[in-house]
């Protein structure tokens, strides 16, 4: 039977012609993948112009070279596509001789017959522009649209009304009685509300959420780092090589870690739910009052940062790069960012707008669905029955779209992927769906009511005890998996089809089980370590400014990229410089975001809708803290309207 397959491998391998692996000689044969000219001493020159291009390769005849690089090229899980090249030319010096003294030329055609002849002196190959071409002068003048002026007075405004919120609360208020509305920008307060402890003691057990969400923040902006920088890799050669080494598919592989913030959301929400139905009917009217609560809260800040995509973040600086990394970011938000607002961006393929947030849009579409499922099905018997279908019905569905879409098994973060943002990988594309990650919401779901019965009744989760140390090995194993993606790089066509449609289905519900056992180990104290270790005091600050994080880093990572104006060495030093740098960036920026942004325009946007009652006999912070709720971008607050109390789903 080993023979069969191996055969029938050997036969698939054949016809494809792939080529897996080059020795140095050939593959320094190829044209480089990356290069840019200086960038500097071009646009300082009188007159100097500096385009970026991307081009494929092409050949009319029959070219050995081609052929050979097409072939390697195939192999597109650890190669990058060598035939698609990116050149920053510096048209007033590499191209001059085509310019003949002309500065008004067309720029286009000027660059695409300066590289055709160059790469047919070089490599006899011809090359086809396969983008506009950018081209950029030092001095250009500013485009400043009227979007631009409305989104700085907007800023402005944002920026005073702070400052004028923060005297008044200094000044004129006495007793914590005021303006409400102008109150929410009052930086005093919004200083104690980011310090402040958490008050629920029924989410006592729950803390360890915090470590978590930081912790993951913090991995999906490592892992955000170098993706940017693929663009800017000075040695390609090495960067492929790397995915023969185990230890660097943690974040070859590590996407699958994204399935934690789902796991947690389904959990949160169907323990919030529990807590809520102790003292009040579940009525029908908190579902739309649910999605209008969590729209409300997400998307203040969510459109700062997209209002700052669109408008200004186009002057913030410049480099070779600047067009690439940031400019094609501002124009798909230009085309379709308003996705963004209604959270369906992660129905939307091949947009880079603020992509980071496909997980927002298909958070709110599962959010939806636990609503419907956790407040229509109001006995546990029939809320077991729902799950259940659900639970399949998620299972099912990334194995069918594998199938007929011929998909990856999962998100191989491939060079080629990388190369792109992931936004033209299908397979990602698939991924980000709300119905493709159905099966980690209602195994949070369960795990919440699970976790909700436990703490009420020891005995119900007695025979979860006696698991002992395997809770200690949650870590170990949860690692082990991610790394067992390793044999899906092997030096061999890819997988068939049937394999890769059953791991599709599969894979992301295994380790979601594994992740509710390890959530289990933590909030009923089966473990000590990881326990300690997350429940940690010093997380819950960061936690609470982990959403503005997770939605300003990727503006942070580009801009940083975009000024870069040569070519970088990447490899694990790179990335762990990169890696550091980002997070701390990214989080240093949060706690302003958060202080100025964040937490006043959800106050406001809160007062204004009227969903903040007066609460008599509660001490001010402490009721600030218990209405708006920010430190869990997956919970809201539904205000019982008969007794002016807040809950949290
Ligand atoms: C690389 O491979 C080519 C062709 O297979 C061979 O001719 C050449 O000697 C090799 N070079 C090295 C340094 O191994
Ligand atoms: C590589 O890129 C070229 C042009 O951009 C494309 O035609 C080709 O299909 C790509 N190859 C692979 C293996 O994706
Ligand atoms: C420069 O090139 C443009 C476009 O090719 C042409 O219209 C123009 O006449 C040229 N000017 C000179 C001085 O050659
Ligand atoms: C460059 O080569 C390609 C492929 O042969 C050709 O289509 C294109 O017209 C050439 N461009 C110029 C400016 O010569």
Same mark, same amino acid.
């Given at each position: 039977?080993k023979?069969i ?6 036969? *698939? ?9 080059l020795n140095?000689t ?15 001493s071009?646009?300082?020159?009188p007159?100097?112009?500096y385009?970026?291009?991307d081009i494929?390769l092409?050949?009319?005849s ?7 690089i097409?072939?390697y090229?195939e ?7 060598h035939?698609?090249?990116h050149r ?5 010096k590499t191209c001059?001789?085509?310019l ?5 030329v067309?720029?286009r055609l000027? *660059? ?17 522009? /396969?983008?506009e071409?950018?081209c ?6 500013m ?6 002026i409305?989104?700085?007075v907007?800023?402005t405004?944002?920026?005073l ?9 200094l ?5 914590g009685?005021?303006?409400? #509305?102008?109150l929410?920008?009052?930086?005093k307060?919004?200083?104690?509300k980011l310090l402040?402890q958490?008050?629920d ?8 959420f915090?470590g978590?969400? &930081?912790l993951m ?9 170098p993706?940017?920088?693929v663009? =800017?890799?000075?040695?390609p050669?090495? #960067?492929?090589q790397?995915?023969?080494d185990i230890w660097?598919h943690?974040i070859?592989n ?11 959301a389904?959990?949160l ?9 102790e003292?009040h009917q #579940?009525?029908w009217?908190?579902?739309?009052k649910?999605i209008?609560?969590?729209?409300l ?5 969510n459109?700062v ?7 200004w973040?186009?002057? *913030? +600086?410049?480099g ?6 940031v ?7 230009h ?6 607002m ?5 129905y ?8 980071q ?7 709110m579409?599962l959010?939806t ?7 229509l099905?109001k ?6 029955i ?11 569905i990334?194995?069918?779209? &594998? ?5 990856d098994?999962f998100i191989?973060?491939?060079?080629? +992927? ?8 299908? &397979? ?6 709300g119905?493709t990650?159905i ?5 949070g779901l ?15 989760v ?11 090995? &949650? ?10 993606g ?10 068939s089809?049937?394999?890769?449609a ?5 894979v992301?519900?295994?380790f979601d089980?594994?992740?509710?056992v390890?959530f ?6 089966y ?7 997350l429940e940690w005091?010093g997380?819950r600050?960061p ?7 997770y ?9 940083f990229?975009?000024?870069? =104006?040569?070519l970088?060495?990447?490899?694990l ?6 890696g550091?740098v980002m997070?701390s960036?990214?989080f ?7 202080l ?5 325009? /959800?106050?406001a ?5 009227g969903?903040i009652k007066?609460?008599?006999?509660q ?6 803290n ?21 809950i949290r789903?």
């Amino acid at each position: 039977m080993k023979g069969i397959i191996f055969a029938f491998l050997l036969s *698939v391998h054949f016809s494809y012609g792939e080529i897996y692996r080059l020795n140095v000689t050939e593959y320094l044969r190829m044209p480089p993948l990356y290069h840019l000219d200086d960038y500097d001493s071009c646009v300082y020159q009188p007159n100097g112009t500096y385009c970026y291009v991307d081009i494929d390769l092409v050949s009319d005849s029959p070219n050995d070279l081609l052929l050979m690089i097409r072939e390697y090229s195939e192999h597109n899980i650890k190669h990058f596509n060598h035939t698609r090249l990116h050149r920053g030319v510096c048209l007033t010096k590499t191209c001059q001789q085509y310019l003949h003294g002309n500065n008004t030329v067309d720029q286009r055609l000027t *660059v695409e017959k300066c590289l055709n002849d160059s790469f047919w002196k070089d490599y006899k190959l011809k090359t086809r522009l /396969n983008r506009e071409v950018s081209c950029k002068k030092l001095h250009e003048p500013m485009n400043i649209n009227v979007g631009d002026i409305l989104a700085a007075v907007f800023f402005t405004f944002l920026i005073l009304i702070n400052f004028i919120g923060s005297l008044y609360d200094l000044f004129f208020v006495k007793d914590g009685k005021g303006n409400k #509305l102008l109150l929410s920008f009052s930086l005093k307060r919004n200083w104690k509300k980011l310090l402040a402890q958490d008050q629920d003691p029924n989410r006592e057990s729950l803390q360890g959420f915090h470590g978590i969400r &930081t912790l993951m923040v913090m991995g999906v902006i490592v892992t955000h780092a170098p993706v940017m920088l693929v663009m =800017s890799t000075e040695n390609p050669y090495e #960067l492929e090589q790397t995915y023969y080494d185990i230890w660097f598919h943690v974040i070859y592989n590590g996407c699958i870690l994204v399935q934690t913030f789902f796991v947690m959301a389904g959990c949160l929400m169907a323990f919030n739910i529990k807590v809520y139905a102790e003292k009040h009917q #579940l009525h029908w009217t908190l579902i739309p009052k649910g999605i209008l609560f969590r729209w409300l809260r997400l998307t203040p800040a969510n459109a700062v940062v997209l209002i700052f995509t669109l408008t200004w973040i186009r002057f *913030v +600086a410049s480099g070779p790069l600047w067009e690439t990394l940031v400019g094609a970011e501002v124009k798909d938000c230009h085309r379709n960012g308003w996705m963004n607002m209604i959270y369906l961006n992660n129905y939307v393929d091949n947009s880079q707008c603020m992509a980071q947030t496909w997980y927002l849009a298909s958070d709110m579409q599962l959010y939806t669905m636990g609503l419907f499922a956790c407040i229509l099905a109001k006995t546990a018997r029939s809320r077991k029955i729902v799950l259940s279908i659900l639970f399949v019905i998620g299972v099912i569905i990334p194995g069918i779209f &594998t199938y007929l879409k011929d998909l990856d098994a999962f998100i191989f973060l491939t060079p080629e +992927a990388a190369r792109n943002f992931l936004v033209t990988y299908p &397979t990602f594309n698939e991924s980000k769906r709300g119905h493709t990650n159905i099966p980690a919401y209602v195994i949070g779901l369960a795990l919440g009511n699970f976790i909700y019965n436990g703490l009420k009744d020891e005995s119900r989760v007695k025979n979860f005890k006696k698991l002992g140390y395997l809770y200690y090995l &949650t870590v170990p194993m949860v690692l082990a998996y991610i790394l067992s993606g390793f044999v899906f790089y092997q030096d061999r066509p890819k997988f068939s089809i049937y394999l890769r449609a059953i791991v599709a289905s599969f894979v992301r519900p295994v380790f979601d089980l594994l992740l509710a056992v390890f959530f289990i180990g933590m909030v009923f104290k089966y473990e000590n370590l990881y326990r300690r270790i997350l429940e940690w005091r010093g997380w819950r600050v960061p936690a609470r400014v982990s959403y503005s994080a997770y939605i300003i880093h990727v503006p942070i990572i580009r801009i940083f990229g975009g000024m870069n =104006s040569q070519l970088l060495r990447m490899g694990l030093p790179q990335c762990i410089k990169e890696g550091v740098v980002m997070v701390s960036f990214a989080f240093l920026a949060a706690y302003p975001f958060w202080l100025f942004v964040e937490a006043p325009l /959800n106050q406001a946007v809160f007062h204004i809708m009227g969903f903040i009652k007066e609460e008599k006999k509660q001490d001010e912070a402490q009721k600030m803290n218990s209405v708006n709720q920010t430190d869990e971008k997956t919970v809201i607050e539904l205000d019982n309207r008969n007794k002016g109390e807040n809950i949290r789903i």
